[in-house]
């Protein structure tokens, strides 16, 4: 019996640990718009063009993308919007007379290769000038690199604040990003569902064990109170709960105007699901992380959640944007892609960078550190302006489910 | 109920030395009232919570405890099959809760690649749509167990056959293996791919409420307040998990077949001395106990509607911990226990946190180990089935 007492306990927390090992479906790091259909990497621009400089030279610019590891899908996006804003600079002669030549590192979403990757490209092609890392934890270690080394690093994704301020609370000098961060979408969040929706009561399901959703659920919280709404209760899961039925009977007891539920979509399908066939009424609002092809619109139609940038935004840049990414890449099928929030964001970080270069002057990595630092952007997501911490200030996007697709709903700015 | 290996090593002097020590009491027995103060203690607070909170807001209480019913009889399903497979060969197998996620999967693909729950629509275009899904979605569900059937029984085969007389622990760590197995080959992208994928139903899930009568909850519009809502799918869990259980218990009390199971986990020489196909009879257990997990996986994916390779995990733990607590190796203890961990599960969630429900979980399993390791219904030694 007591090898039975024994062996069943050690059995259960290895299996429960095991279990825990691997959570959430995209363990996305910034924006988790995990596109599910296994993008096959469009061939590649000639990532190393050598010869044929123009009479200025060459001026290398590093892309760090995560082209294989978890988030495949995210570091194609990444370095295929990167590469469409190199190649329409160089169509316009490239920048200080330069021409640009993209320098493309599989960074893998993980700490060790995308250090190995910054030091390849910072010691052996002496860049000056990184975009990425996609994923925050990839992003961190690299910026200790490329700080101490006098590297630009623009991050197009990672939301973690500590990617562009130290452990001492300083801003890391030549790190930059180009996307908000995780808290932004939580003060947005409120501020539409108080000023859009007009909701006076909220109830918060949130993932205690998850940053990205206890960040946006925390801030939410603040800025909603803090707007004159009231919280009428809040509930925590687990990322591998299926059965949220006791949750949603306490949200139906409580009779809230809305739902904020700022988890991933793989979470969301399984609460509004539950919550229709309760008989719940309220709206649900969320996060980026709703942002997949995967979200099952049927079950989420009638929710709203804030994003970087939506598809189908009319903006003019947008719209050329989108025109000229789908001419480049195509799918599996050999239709044109619609571009991601990720393509766009590092198609803006691509394009901010460079345009604080030519702001400068120089190749030079103070006098482009603040042209960034004074910059005023209109890119694909938004107009953006950076502040004291390297973030940048930008209006965010909601964006509408319907049972058939995801419509741009409305722009808040914080 | 004793592990095999150690009566078998330990000598009969020794034995005698440890009854005799038993009969003294164990060591630190005067300190065992503490232990017995506390676990009552427990059982007192458990108990003032769900009164009061019984009394201040029934209707939700009564939500708690049915979505614990429906819990508890997805997990009955998965149990039975646990105790079945220990009574016979004293294996824990592991990989019964990834049979559960198999079925689920199976079920997935025949909805949506194949349409295999409209299939009469489309071979008799007269007959009346409830009808069709009423045969449509039978058919998946017979479908998904007999697939899991076929993959139990060739597990058995290849795994755990041949380690039939080595010591039970070598089986114990294949059972694992093969969950991993499972879980892992099933994340590769040509098999399941490790995705959350949002599971199609063969058939609708629609929603009554109970106040002053039965009610359709109608799209878009919330129940009354002080209702009770179920839905068909809780009804038919509970339907099928009973319905499984008395066929299990005519099966095992009536038939031939059954007599063999009983025989062959009173002692499987003797029952191979008499003329029992007993590896005939262990492929049975498990070919029985699948297709029970299937059935449960296929109720589980419509009812909580989204499926991933490692969905059978916590699932499989747990109706493990209600075959223990109902007495392992006895088929209405499991089916008691599943029933326990389903309050248990959904009252925590209820009035404590959704978090903690794991946490109470398997602590009944180590309050149950160390009061009563027999379970609830278990018995001492002997027949089992």
Known sequence: MRTFKLLSVILIVAFVLSACAQPTPAPAPAAPAAKAEPTKAPAAEPTKAPAAAPAGGELKVAILAPLSGPVPTFGVSTRDGALLAIEEWNAKGGVLGKKIVPIVEDSQCTPDPAVNAANKVIDQDKVHYIIGEVCSKASIPVSEIANAKKVIQMSPTSTNASVTVGADGKTKDYIFRACFIDPFQGKVGAKFALENMKAKTAFILLDQANDYVKGLAEEFEKAYVAGGGKVVGKETYTAKDTDFSAILAKVAAAKPDVVYLPDYYNIVNLVTKQAKEKGITAAFLGGDGWDSSDLDLKAAAGGYFTNHYAPDSTAPEAVAFQKAYGAKFKDDKGQPKVPDALAALAYDATNMLLTAIKNAGADDADKVKAALESISFQGVSGKITLDKQHNPIKSATILKVTESKVVFDSVVAP | ?385
């Open chain 2, 1 to 385: 109920m004793e592990p095999a290996s150690v009566p078998l090593q330990s000598a009969p002097g020794e034995r005698a030395i440890a009854a005799r020590r038993r009969a003294r009491g164990r060591p630190g027995a005067k300190l065992a009232w503490i232990g017995q103060g506390f676990l009552l203690l427990l059982a007192a607070a458990v108990l003032y919570i769900l009164i009061t909170n019984l009394i201040k807001d029934p209707p939700l209480f009564a939500a708690f405890v049915l979505s614990g019913l429906q819990l508890g009889f997805v997990y009955a399903l998965i149990a039975l099959g646990y105790t079945m497979v220990y009574g016979i060969v004293r294996l824990i197998n592991f990989a019964h809760g990834d049979v559960f996620m198999v079925g689920a999967f199976v079920s997935f693909y025949a909805v949506t690649r194949f349409q295999l729950h409209i299939w009469p629509a489309a071979v008799f275009p007269d007959l009346p749509s409830g009808l069709v899904v009423v045969i449509g979605s039978l058919t998946v569900v017979l479908l998904s167990m007999i697939v899991c059937t076929a993959m139990a029984v060739t597990i058995e085969r290849v795994a755990y056959k041949p380690l039939r007389d080595a010591p039970r622990i070598a089986a114990l760590i294949t059972a694992i293996g093969v969950s991993f197995f499972l879980e892992f080959f099933g994340a590769l992208y040509f098999v399941f791919s490790p995705r959350f994928i949002p599971y199609q139903r063969p058939f609708e899930v629609v929603t009554w409420y109970i106040k002053d009568g039965i009610h359709l909850v109608q799209a878009g519009q919330a129940p009354p307040p002080g209702s009770i809502t179920f839905s068909n799918i809780f009804l038919i869990i509970v339907a099928a998990s009973i319905l499984v259980q008395v066929v299990l218990q005519f099966l095992v009390r009536r038939t031939k077949i059954g007599k063999a199971m009983r025989a062959t986990s009173f002692d499987k020489p003797t029952a191979r001395l008499m003329g029992i196909d007993v590896d005939g009879v262990i492929s049975f257990t498990f070919a029985v106990g699948a297709a029970f997990a299937g059935l449960g996986g296929v109720l589980y994916a419509i009812a909580y509607s989204s499926i991933w390779t490692q969905l059978g995990i916590l699932p499989g733990l747990k109706a493990f911990v209600a075959a223990v607590l109902g007495g392992i190796g006895s088929l209405p203890g499991a089916f008691v226990g599943a029933l326990i961990m389903g309050q248990a599960e959904a009252l925590t969630s209820g009035y404590i946190s959704t978090p903690m429900r794991d946490a109470v979980a398997f602590t009944i399993l180590i309050i149950v180990l160390l009061v009563k390791p027999t379970g609830l219904f278990g018995e001492a030694a002997g027949e089992k089935a």
